[in-house]
């Protein structure tokens, strides 16, 4: 007989706890962004360089939400125009709504909060980016609470969560805004998917790592810049939490809330071609997953 090996003395627990952390997936080993090398970064000043010009302007009122068609190529901007005010933000292929924005994987490859540079994925099986994050005014980091600026951790505000905890029906909701924001765009209510919280300032606790928000930093001038990877359908529901001051479901009092400003910009003609810029493609994994 073979002798036995002896059982390890180390606990796995203290394997885990004494082991440093690994990040899951690399940036660097991303495919890169199309275009030369400077294309990116001169993205961020195409506007005021003139090498892409306003094309459309539409405001979403408070406690609401609306949809618009960015071309890719085409820029656009989420604007803090009137007062402190937070976002929910879905986007879609229009050639295939089922290629839409997941927010899980964009966590997993960038970070729990998103800013200049990020990229917008979205879900299998296409897996490619949708957008890429060009500018963020705010810029905000992380606080000494861990907080930070524009999450894919948190959902939307929804009824369903809402009815669970008060036994209340209300529609005033980002989820319910959003949904009847994909009605008007053919689409239904399992359309609406999980958000990037544009301008929303959250983290996890220290003690329990439980989420949580705090008043949005968001200032009236500071926006939010996405380069349109594909041709894209994108809706956003001004929260009717406002700022977030007051956390979701307490009752002292209705937030104050404000308009946003959407900006589309078109580049000028032949600008990225000329920089070898083209619309990002679906994966290209076989789909067999071993299946034979």
């Given amino acids: 007989m073979s002798q036995q090996s002896k059982p390890s003395s180390v606990s796995r627990r203290d394997i885990a706890r004494n082991a440093k952390p690994m990040i899951c997936y690399r940036v ?15 993205l961020r000043t195409a506007v005021s360089g003139g090498n892409d010009s306003l094309v459309s302007t539409l405001v979403i009122p408070p ?6 068609q960015v071309p890719a190529g085409h820029l656009w901007r989420i604007v803090c125009s009137h007062g402190p005010q937070v976002a929910d933000m879905n986007c879609w292929s229009t050639r295939d709504p089922r290629d839409r924005f997941y ?22 099986p296409y897996l490619r980016p949708l957008a890429t994050i060009v ?36 529609d005033d909701c980002c989820h319910s805004n959003l949904v009847r924001a994909a009605a008007g765009d053919g689409l239904t209510e399992g359309d609406v998917h999980d958000v990037l919280n544009v301008f929303m300032c959250t983290g996890f606790t220290r003690d329990g790592n439980r989420y949580f928000a705090k008043p949005s930093p968001v200032e009236v ?27 979701c479901g307490d009752v002292g009092g209705t937030p104050k809330t404000y308009p946003l400003t959407v900006e589309i910009y078109r580049p ?23 299946l034979g």
Wanted: aromatic share 10%.
């Fill in 135 to 170: 500018e963020d005014t705010i810029a905000y980091g992380f606080d000494d609470d861990g907080a930070g600026v524009h999450d894919v951790i948190g959902s939307r505000c929804d009824p369903y969560t809402h009815h669970l905890m008060t036994g209340e029906d209300v």
């Fill in 268 to 290: 000028k003609e032949g600008w990225l071609e000329g920089r070898g810029w083209s619309a990002s493609e679906v994966s290209g994994y076989g789909g067999n997953h071993g």
């Fill in 28 to 42: 660097e080993n991303l495919p890169p962004k199309r275009g030369d090398a400077g294309l990116y970064a001169s």
């Fill in 221 to 247: 001038g500071d926006y939010i810049e996405f380069f349109a990877e594909v041709d894209l359908l994108v809706s956003a529901s001004t929260c009717p939490q406002g700022d977030v001051s007051v956390a």
């Fill in 103 to 124: 927010a899980s994987k964009t966590r997993q490859i960038h970070a729990t909060h998103l800013t200049t540079g990020d990229r917008l994925w979205s879900n299998m």
């Fill in 63 to 68: 406690r609401d939400a609306r949809s618009w």
